[in-house]
């Protein structure tokens, strides 16, 4: 790969240029602002004694010093992030075009709804077309994230009890392979999780399933495909099951690209869908962007003539008689989870990309994610990777994802899941995501999207087998890596902390500075 080798000692800008130096000359806003507010009295005992301590470049130095620093970066356009259960695809820029319009960004979440009509309509049809690729009736695109979502739908299987009387209804069953916010939401929304077991053949364990379910069910929880990338083949008597003690069956759609077009979860039997359009529908994520987590709903029978689509706790965008588009909050929805309707930028995104593809486009984007992973997984057991094996279901095909487990490898190197990913960082690739499942030991969980390449995928193939040569011939420098990355091995633990990624000589050059201050 060919993203810039960073040196370890390249310097932060507070090393760079020279007293005095300038990029611009700033007119003098001082006068500017006298004329406006006449005359400004700071009080002399908060005036700062000395001139801050910043740094003083020419703007050529600013401009090389920031490309410097984006070239050590890397990122989906630098080259593949095959990160498990993230779908990190490529996002087009072609889309920017569109969301930096003024038209949605100058828009304001407090305007009048006739004001508004327009983004009002592009989220009604979003809407339609995600409930229809799910196979439910509805959607809300209020959450701001998968996890959100799966708050929302596990606050709509509270209130669908409750409302029927049925508060003793207090358990979630959860896989022990499902994605850690599932757990997680169920237990924020109140719930006790009960996890069972996934079968050597990677589908969840039905004698331990029917053991867990009871009267107490509220519902269970499900990924399908697993985060193993393998599709529940049991999943019809599965629903059959849970809705045989009046449970909702939810589904967690974060990662579509696996199944879309072909098998909807609302077929599956599933209630309730969240769908991430930061990670199916191209738009980006990471780095604390915003994101869209929307939920689609079957309007299934709550009580009387109370519909699952009236106690959502999200907004819906609805269409009256007259063409208008209108924000509605649901007749018994139990409050709202954020501020405002929904993330625009990301919605914005997600029905271009989907009004650009169509249906076809939208089934090659599965077929093309699916054919990447088990295309990859052909390549590295044909370059007769040993080190790497395969936990469930060894026969299956992948769907979208793959898990490998570099069990073997430790066992006969020593060198662990995590050596294997900081290898692939020095051989200028992006790490899988790593120890998760985990039910699966020295995990290597690696998806490639449908937006990779032929020569991606051997590459990167090429590069575990690669690691593992190594890990046989030199164990100790494959321990050490990275070697070539602008930070070397960091501790993990340290590493929860900011201040501690800095290395130590940095440090020492900051507080030289008087300036340790400003990297905290
Ligand atoms: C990413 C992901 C989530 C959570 O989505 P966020 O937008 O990160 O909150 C949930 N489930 C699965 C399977 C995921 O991959």
């Known amino acids: 790969m060919n993203f810039r080798q960073a040196k370890w000692d390249e310097p932060i800008i507070f090393e760079l240029g020279s007293s005095g130096r300038r990029g611009f000359i700033v007119p003098d806003v001082e006068d500017e602002i006298r004329k406006v507010l006449g005359e400004i009295k700071i009080p002399e005992e908060i005036l700062r004694k000395d001139p801050p301590n910043l740094p003083e470049l020419s703007e050529v130095e600013v401009a090389r010093h920031f490309i410097r620093l984006s070239e050590m970066s890397y990122g989906i356009d630098s ?40 983004i009002l309509e592009i989220m009604y049809y979003l809407q339609r077309w ?5 196979g439910m009736d509805l959607c809300t695109l209020h959450p701001a994230a998968g996890a959100q979502g799966e708050l929302t739908g596990v606050i709509t299987i509270r209130r669908y009890h409750d409302l029927k009387g049925q508060e003793h209804k207090d358990e979630i069953i959860v896989p022990d392979s499902a994605h850690g916010t599932n757990p997680a939401s169920a237990s924020m929304g109140g719930f006790k999780v009960v996890e069972i077991p996934t079968s ?13 379910i009871s009267d107490r069910t509220a519902g269970l929880m499900l990924t399908n495909p697993s985060t193993l990338g393998l599709f529940e083949e049991n999943i019809l008597t599965i629903a059959e099951l849970v809705h045989k003690v009046d449970g909702l ?23 309730i869908a969240h769908i991430n359009i930061h990670k199916t529908f191209s738009s980006p994520h990471g780095g604390g962007g915003p994101g869209a987590g929307p939920v689609c709903f079957k309007n299934k029978t709550v ?108 066992k006969e190197t020593g060198v662990t899941a995590e050596d294997v990913a900081k290898g692939l960082l020095d051989r200028g690739f992006y790490a899988p995501t790593i120890y998760f499942p985990l039910i699966v030991p020295e995990a290597l969980m690696i998806e490639f999207t449908e937006t990779e390449t032929k020569e991606n995928l ?14 046989r011939k030199e164990p100790s420098k494959a321990k050490m890596r990275p070697l070539n990355t602008s930070v070397r091995r960091i501790d993990n633990v340290k590493a929860n902390h900011p201040r501690s990624v800095t290395p130590s000589w940095r440090v020492k050059v900051l507080r030289d500075k008087g300036l340790l201050g400003a990297l905290r």
């Open 303 to 410: 009580k009387g003539d109370i519909r699952l689509g009236d106690i959502i706790p999200g907004p819906i965008v609805v269409k009256d008689r007259n063409g208008n588009y209108k924000i509605q909050m649901p007749k018994y929805a139990p409050g709202r989870l954020r501020a405002f309707t929904a993330n625009v930028g990301p919605l914005v995104w997600g029905f271009i990309y989907i009004l650009a593809l169509g249906p076809q486009g939208l089934k090659e984007v599965t077929e093309t994610a699916v054919l990447n992973t088990n295309y990859f997984m052909k390549f590295l057991e044909k370059l007769g990777a040993k080190g790497y094996t395969l936990t469930h279901g060894q026969e299956r095909f992948r769907k979208h994802e793959t898990v490998l487990s570099a069990e073997p490898l430790k």
């Open 249 to 271: 069956l939810y589904y967690d759609g974060a990662n579509l690209n696996g199944i879309m077009g072909y098998v909807r979860p609302g077929d599956m039997g599933f209630d």
């Open 79 to 118: 080259g593949p992030v095959p990160l498990g259960s993230c779908t990190m695809k490529y996002n087009p820029k072609l889309m920017l075009k569109y969301i930096e319009d003024p038209r949605i960004t100058l828009l304001h979440p407090l305007q009048d709804e006739e004001t508004v009509q327009g």
């Open 458 to 471: 051997e590459a990167y193939a090429r590069a575990l087998k690669e690691i593992e040569d190594e890990a």
């Open 200 to 212: 050597p053949d990677g589908n969840v364990d039905l004698e331990a399933l029917e053991a867990a």
């Open 130 to 134: 995600l409930a229809n690729i799910v």
